[in-house]
């Protein structure tokens, strides 16, 4: 696991979008911010059993203090990057609303060390490129805190949405990740799930924002 972010980085500063593909005239602007204590009952909202129909269903009360917990903690150890997605409407006169959630983490993929990338948008946002909009955020500051670290060893980020899961899927395409196949993974444990493999080269994305990695 990775342990929190160099010298010189400012870990938990908001992402903007700024992606491959525009959002139309008058959609609503969407930024991330870092996970907080306040997004507990964010947390709730998104635990429903529409909402967690294709990750094993809703979890427990307990279940769901301890992964709130994990994310508040995921940024001083460095575990886990979780952001809340907030969608500011300034031209409906509406305050910034929260729509859910998005994050990156570490782990490995055929033995390889990656990034991984999942996130969970509420009904009412969905269908608005707003799940698009916060994955760029999230893998561009990935992509940021990555080259401000200086750690070569994860180059690449995945996302891995289950075959049915045609949102997900075109979240993915959208965001410009390649689809990499078809493959099977334990989620949760126990339960076999098949789901397409898509993936970033996050050196590509710093040099498109900039912040380029001497990986040397």
């Known amino acids: 696991v990775d342990r929190g972010v160099g010298r010189g980085c400012r870990a938990g500063v908001p992402g903007r979008y700024a992606g491959p593909m525009s959002l139309s005239a008058g959609s609503p602007n969407v930024r991330i911010e870092p996970w907080s204590a306040a997004d507990e009952e964010l947390l709730a909202r998104l635990n429903t059993p529409e ?3 294709h990750l094993g269903g809703p979890e427990t009360d307990e279940k769901l203090r301890r992964r709130h917990a ?3 903690d995921g940024w001083r150890t460095g575990a886990a990057h979780v952001f809340r997605v ?3 409407d300034a031209t409906a006169g509406r305050p910034p609303r929260s729509a859910g959630a998005v994050s990156c983490w570490p782990t490995t993929w055929h ?3 990656v990034f991984e990338a999942g996130w969970s948008i509420l009904p009412e946002f969905q269908g608005l490129g707003v799940a698009t909009s ?3 955020a999230a ?3 990935t992509a940021r805190l990555r080259a401000c670290t200086g750690d070569g ?3 690449h980020l995945h996302a891995f949405p289950k075959l049915e899961n045609i949102a997900s899927n075109g979240v993915c395409r959208k965001a410009g ?3 990499g196949g078809e493959c099977e993974l334990e989620y949760p444990p126990g339960n076999l799930i098949r789901c397409n493999d898509w993936s970033v080269d996050l050196d590509t994305v710093a040099l498109e924002v900039g912040s380029v990695p001497d990986l040397s």
Do not use: S
């Open 51 to 53: 909402m967690m129909v």
């Open 70 to 72: 994990r994310y508040l």
């Open 86 to 88: 907030v969608v500011v």
């Open 111 to 113: 033995d390889d060390p």
């Open 134 to 136: 916060a994955t760029v």
């Open 139 to 141: 893998i561009r500051e």
């Open 153 to 155: 060893r994860r180059r």
């Open 177 to 179: 990740l390649t689809w």
